[in-house]
């Protein structure tokens, strides 16, 4: 199993540029997860996904912000356009459903995450 | 008041020592807890989850206190391996019905160096 991928794993860029991140998750999982993460706000969920379609979407800080997943193994999120406040690491994370709802059943697996910074 | 909250630190503590952080969280519905680590500029990795009745992972002990809302993990014999920020995470079940629908929450983390 690769794991969840990421792409790019760092990126730079001029303030107005677009940005897309890609991510694919683990075969199999069900849910797939974006989040954000600062050292002054830690890890924020964006949006998340299961089954494709877009579930919960409250995180996503403004219209600039959009993501997709257009088939079970990709989906990207994208800025547009990009400000230097959007400088943070992106995580995508995937995970599987499942009936039991003990501790050990959702668990999270995270991709390595995209670096962005915006000039 | 926050989610989710833990002590930022860092703690600094020599090699062998016993650490011990605590986490609270707010909503009292919580269903689900966990403990993940992450290393410098790598993801979060679950390190254990935590159940009822307090659990225990070799140097590892997790513990969950309802009525007070907060979960601890005691870190026994540290090795400077154990540097990381530990997350302490929460899940809530959505308000729509579906054994998969659930939000986690993440706490800001609390930064741990062992010192040689």
């Known amino acids: 199993d690769a794991g969840v991928i990421q792409s790019p794993r760092h990126e730079v860029t001029e303030m107005g540029q677009e940005v897309t991140l890609r991510c694919k998750p683990i075969?199999?999982?069900?849910?797939l997860f974006w989040y954000r993460q600062t050292m002054m706000r830690g890890l924020e969920l964006l949006i998340y996904?299961?089954?494709?379609?877009?579930?919960?979407d409250s995180g996503m800080p403004e219209d600039r912000f959009s993501a997709k997943m257009p088939n079970a193994s990709f989906s990207t999120l994208k800025i547009q356009p990009s400000e230097p406040r959007d400088s943070a690491v992106y995580f995508c994370?995937?995970?599987?459903?499942?009936?039991?709802?003990?501790?050990?059943?959702?668990?999270?697996?995270f991709g390595a995450g995209s670096r962005l910074t915006v000039l | 008041r926050k989610e989710v909250e833990q002590d930022p630190g860092p703690f600094n503590v020599p090699e062998g020592a016993t650490v011990a952080f605590n986490c609270t969280y707010s909503n009292s519905a919580s269903q689900s807890f966990f403990w993940y680590r992450q290393d410098c500029r790598k993801e979060p990795k679950l390190l254990m989850s935590v159940y009822s009745s307090g659990n225990e992972d070799g140097r590892f002990t997790a513990q969950l206190n309802r009525a007070s809302q907060y979960i601890s993990l005691l870190i026994r014999d540290s090795k400077l391996s154990d540097s990381a920020t530990y997350l302490c995470?929460?899940?809530?079940?959505?308000?729509?019905?579906?054994?998969?629908?659930?939000?986690?929450?993440f706490g800001t983390g609390t930064r741990l160096t062992i010192i040689p």
């Open positions: 995470v929460v899940s809530e079940i959505g308000t729509i019905s579906n054994f998969g629908n659930e939000k986690l929450t």
């Open positions: 996904f299961n089954n494709n379609v877009p579930i919960d």
């Open positions: 994370a995937s995970r599987r459903s499942s009936r039991d709802k003990s501790s050990g059943a959702n668990v999270l697996t």
């Open positions: 075969s199999g999982h069900d849910y």
